[in-house]
């Protein structure tokens, strides 16, 4: 747990501006509605990764940008992970269910 409280602290740390402007940074709210709202980034994918943090991908297909979004588990903290332009997929996969059965 105190290695769960240091990883969570040093990551903050290194996200610590709350804009979401042309920063990255960390925030209580949610910035879905923001994405889709002025930047036109819809979800695409979530993943999770290191102690169980779940990152959310936001596609804007016409225009290529793409942000990513990472939140630790149990807490209600939202942090811009990094974000980009020129997104394309690379190829269409069969969708697997949680487990990583392919379903």
Same mark, same amino acid.
């Given at each position: 747990?105190? /290695?769960?409280?240091?990883?969570?602290?040093? *990551? =903050? *740390?290194?996200?610590?501006?709350v804009?979401?402007?042309?920063? =990255?940074?960390?925030?209580?709210?949610?910035?879905?509605e923001? =994405? $889709?709202?002025? &930047?036109?980034? @819809?979800?695409?994918? $979530?993943a999770?990764? @290191? /102690?169980?943090?779940?990152?959310?991908?936001?596609?804007? &297909?016409?225009?290529?940008?793409?942000?990513?979004?990472?939140?630790?588990?149990?807490?209600? $903290?939202?942090? =811009? *992970?990094?974000?980009?332009?020129?997104?394309?997929?690379?190829?269409?996969?069969?969708?697997?269910s949680?487990?990583?059965?392919v379903g």
């Amino acid at each position: 747990m105190i /290695r769960a409280g240091v990883l969570l602290a040093a *990551f =903050l *740390f290194c996200f610590s501006t709350v804009a979401y402007g042309n920063n =990255l940074g960390c925030d209580k709210t949610n910035p879905a509605e923001y =994405l $889709i709202k002025e &930047h036109g980034e @819809e979800p695409f994918s $979530i993943a999770l990764f @290191e /102690r169980q943090f779940m990152l959310t991908t936001y596609v804007n &297909h016409d225009t290529g940008s793409w942000t990513m979004v990472a939140k630790p588990p149990d807490q209600e $903290i939202f942090c =811009l *992970f990094a974000k980009g332009e020129a997104f394309f997929v690379l190829k269409e996969t069969k969708k697997k269910s949680g487990n990583g059965d392919v379903g």
